[in-house]
């Protein structure tokens, strides 16, 4: 216990602390509304894979033609799951109290990604719907990729799930993203989020870690090297392991 | 000063009554010889290049390992197997022909379905595991490539061991001299079981001509065949009829608990064989030239035997393939909620 606070101590200082004890540039602002907003993503994106998830049973139901899994459906557990996490009603946000400081950034850049996520499930609707077929490789990791891919494809904060052994050569992480995932790899399980400034400060990156849950282990668990359902080797992990990262990539000159 | 010339009055009544008589009965004849002279030709090969898009039909029903059931992938909905690779290679053979990229429009249909969009020109072609020497009305006027699957054909499985074994005993009685011809032989071996088939299947058109004495169930695909033999709802089912390659993969990888219909010998009842091939228009002279030539040239190089044993002997899990290799689908052009359907009692015959 003593570890896992020395270790979020640590990972405080070196990422978040110490780039606002330096000189203070002219951007800071800037960056604070970024990586809030960053934060915020990355928690959305996080809730969006833990609602598919809870309705893991439902879309692999082979005897369940219309699931009634609908876009709509989604968007209403996804906002509640939302407000849950973080005390944000999503379905009022341009309303939010004082009380919770909400960057104007992240009031633009939420509803987009709820946008993306609904379409993504509205998609998968011709697979969730049939009837007839157990698995259908709609799980939390699919949708967030698509998720993801699409929100960045509209907006020019980059949103990604990577890991140090994608499935998905997409995931695969760049050498900031595995720098970090190695250093969150050999620490214990921490609520904490990794933020910091490259490219000479002009882009902020945040790198929030997903841990593996009993559900993962499915797929994700022992034995080491049989075939999962979807035909890829188990990596052998257990429940608390680190998974991956949602990363957040925001240029500091978005406006 | 204006002038009349009362010969150029007469070329216009002339022409005019020519005109006429090409127009009244017979024109029919004058124009089937202009066709023989220089046939018309719709040179859809050439449209595919110009709209950049190839439109190919699939089967939504799985007939695995042929087209397995769509499915959702980092890369959104995709669809895999055998025919789809085969599809892959047509599409990049036209891309290379038309000397730019050209993208697959993917209708995932049913299997009835896909003959009727091909009759109204919704499509350019189709591949489904479909047999291309299916002696029925039902699929006159289409047209075949050369075959890409030779070992195909229509069997049988069942999941109970006395009806394999009345199925033996049925054959091993008809070992008489002279024997029966091939197709009374495989009626008597059938005779008085219940036999499912996937609707407008070859083994539904084969039943359907020659198995008079079996009571015949019509399915919407196979999962619902296997579907009602499951819930054992009466009549209940005592064989399910239908392509070998599909049943044989079914039974090895699938459904465990049903077996394929063997002879004495421990091999496979073929009922028939089939040889699949890619379907098009029939007038589709240039596009069958084209899509032969693929096929020929894949066969030449050993690609084809490659492909069938990628898809029939190795071991793999089908979303990861579809994540790899799968086509994108139009998901416009998609049955809404895929539906395994259902199976009812044919009618009396």
């Not at chain 1, 934060?39 to 369940?64: P, S, T, Y």
């Not at chain 2, 993208?103 to 919704?122: A, C, I, M, Y």
């Not at chain 2, 004495?264 to 007038?283: N, S």
């Not at chain 2, 089908?318 to 809404?336: C, I, N, S, Y």
């Amino acid at each position: 216990m003593k570890n896992a606070r020395v270790a979020v101590t640590a990972m405080f200082l070196m990422f978040v602390a110490i780039p606002f004890i330096l000189p203070t540039p002219s951007w800071a602002v800037d960056r604070a509304e970024a990586e809030e907003t960053a934060r915020l993503l990355a928690k959305l994106l996080k809730a969006g894979r833990l609602v598919i998830e809870q309705n893991q049973l439902l879309i692999d139901d082979q005897h369940k033609g219309n699931k009634g899994f609908t876009p709509e459906v989604f968007e209403q557990q996804l906002v509640q799951e939302f407000r849950q996490q973080t005390g944000i009603d999503l379905a009022k946000i341009q309303s939010t109290p004082a009380s919770i400081s909400l960057p104007s950034l992240a009031k633009e850049l939420l509803p987009a990604f709820v946008l993306a996520s609904k379409e993504v499930v509205r998609d998968a609707q011709v697979v969730i719907n049939q009837r007839g077929i157990g698995y259908k490789n709609f799980i939390p990791a699919t949708y967030g990729s698509q998720a993801a891919a699409r929100f960045s494809k509209q907006s020019r904060v980059r949103l990604k799930q990577t890991t140090l052994e994608p499935r998905n050569p997409k995931n695969e992480p760049d050498d900031y993203e595995a720098s970090v995932l190695k250093w969150l790899s050999g620490r214990p399980r921490a609520e904490a989020y990794v933020s910091e400034l490259t490219d000479q400060g002009q882009t902020l990156r945040v790198v929030m870690p997903i841990y593996y849950v009993p559900a993962c282990l499915t797929c994700h668990g022992e034995p080491k090297g049989d075939l999962d359902i979807s035909g890829y080797p188990k990596e052998g992990h257990r429940d608390g392991d680190l998974a991956g990262a949602i990363t957040v990539t925001a240029p500091l000159s978005l406006r | 000063m204006d002038t009349h010339d009362p010969r150029s009055h007469n070329r216009w009544v002339f022409g005019l009554l020519l005109w006429f008589s090409l127009g009244m009965s017979g024109c029919g004849l004058i124009y089937d010889a202009v066709q023989h002279v220089a046939p018309v030709s719709s040179d859809e090969l050439g449209a595919i290049c110009r709209r950049q898009t190839v439109r190919i039909g699939m089967a939504a029903e799985p007939f695995r390992p042929f087209v397995f059931p769509a499915i959702w992938t980092d890369e959104g909905a995709r669809v895999t197997g055998l025919d789809v690779e085969l599809g892959r290679a047509i599409i990049e053979a036209l891309s290379q022909h038309c000397g730019k990229p050209i993208t697959p429009n993917l209708h995932l249909v049913r299997f009835r379905d896909l003959f009727s969009l091909l009759n109204e020109g919704q499509l350019d072609l189709f591949i489904s595991a479909v047999a291309a020497n299916v002696p029925s009305p039902t699929r006159a006027g289409f047209a075949y490539s050369i075959p890409y699957f030779y070992n195909g054909g229509i069997s049988g499985i069942t999941s109970r061991t006395e009806t394999a074994e009345l199925v033996r005993a049925n054959l091993r009685a008809q070992v008489t001299s002279p024997p029966p011809d091939g197709l009374v032989a495989n009626e008597r071996a059938l005779a008085g079981l219940t036999i499912a088939v996937q609707e407008w299947t070859a083994a539904h058109l084969y039943a359907e001509a020659n198995l008079k004495t079996s009571r015949l169930v019509l399915c919407d695909s196979l999962p619902a065949a296997f579907e009602s033999a499951d819930a054992a709802t009466a009549p209940a089912i005592d064989v399910i009829l239908g392509a070998e390659p599909v049943l044989e993969f079914m039974v090895a990888r699938v459904r465990k608990d049903w077996r394929l219909l063997t002879l004495d010998t421990g091999k496979p009842l073929f009922l028939t064989r089939g040889h699949y091939a890619v379907v098009m228009a029939e007038e589709s002279y240039r596009l069958r030239w084209f899509v032969n030539n693929v096929l020929f040239k894949l066969d030449e190089a050993g690609k084809l035997a490659e492909i069938r044993r990628r898809w029939l002997e190795e071991s793999y899990a089908f979303p990861r393939r579809a994540a790899t290799e799968g086509l994108p689908l139009d998901v416009a052009k998609m049955v809404a909620h895929y539906d395994q359907g259902k199976c009812r009692v044919a009618p009396a015959r």
